[in-house]
């Protein structure tokens, strides 16, 4: 049996997955209030939110400094996760994050 500590020191990428209204958000949110309590570094992102953030990031010029962020912190969370179609930079960008913290 994996405890939430374990999963975190090691490197499992897990997904919850179920149907509108099933509590993913809430329980994704609970498990990285979780992660902070327990010292873990966590960032929180809307998928399309952050996609929108990695273009004013590369914008600004500061692309390499946000990847660089999101591939230290040792859980990702990306709520709302594959309900749009990612297009050109944006694909390029999410596999830039997946590769990152792999």
Do not use: W
């Amino acid at each position: 049996m994996i405890t939430f500590s374990g999963a975190l020191s090691t490197s499992l990428s897990p997904s919850i997955c179920g149907p509108t209204g099933f509590g993913k958000s809430t329980l994704a949110s609970a498990l990285g209030t979780q992660a902070c309590a327990m010292g873990f570094s966590v960032i929180y992102f809307n998928t399309q939110k952050m996609i929108a953030q990695t273009k004013n990031q590369r914008i600004e010029g500061t692309i390499l400094k946000f990847f660089d962020k999101i591939a230290k912190c040792k859980l990702l969370i990306l709520d709302d996760f594959g309900l749009t179609h990612l297009q050109g930079q944006q694909q390029l960008d999410m596999l830039e994050v997946i590769e990152d913290r792999h």
